[in-house]
């Protein structure tokens, strides 16, 4: 694809993006969020979050490797991925609750597909979808400061206790 054409594409891309996260996704002065993106209270989709920093890929978690942490199940494609958790949670834990990161540089909340993700400086970030992921991608670190200042932000509900 020549870069005239790619740009077109991105732009269209861009366009696309913004006008779908604004319909399909809450701004901040919306109703509050779950501090965490669950399912059923199983965060990730049922995804093994340290897969992501062992295997390099998404990898489905099984029922019986499962850890509840902070009112919200994790679950574990193995028992060492299970054990690295419990030592130290907040290592493998995504940004922004596991919610998409694109989105919240804008400002927006969206879910997230387990294999739209990266990880920068030794940090989870996962992305609504291929076009997230692309235009989050284009500027990393812009995007990354962007949502760590919306995010603390962002309302959230109250933690059950």
């Given amino acids: 694809m020549t870069s005239s054409k790619c740009l077109v594409f991105l732009l269209i891309a861009a366009v696309m993006s913004a006008s779908w996260l604004s319909s399909a996704a809450a701004d901040s002065s919306t109703a509050p969020v779950a501090p965490v993106n669950t399912t059923d209270g199983l965060a990730l989709k049922g995804y093994d979050p340290v897969a992501y920093f062992t295997d390099g890929q998404p990898t489905k978690g099984k029922d019986q490797y499962s850890f509840q942490w902070k009112g919200v199940t994790y679950r574990f494609a193995s028992a060492e991925n299970l054990q690295r958790f419990k030592a130290d949670p907040e290592k493998y834990l995504p940004q922004y609750g596991g919610y998409c990161a694109y989105a919240m540089s804008l400002d927006r909340i969206a879910d997230i597909d387990p294999f739209r993700w990266a990880i920068v ?41």
């Fill in 121 to 161: 400086d030794g940090k989870l970030y996962l992305n609504n979808g291929f076009i997230a992921q692309d235009l989050w991608s284009l500027n990393k670190n812009g995007n990354i400061a962007s949502a760590d200042h919306n995010w603390p932000l962002y309302p959230k509900k109250a933690e059950d206790k």
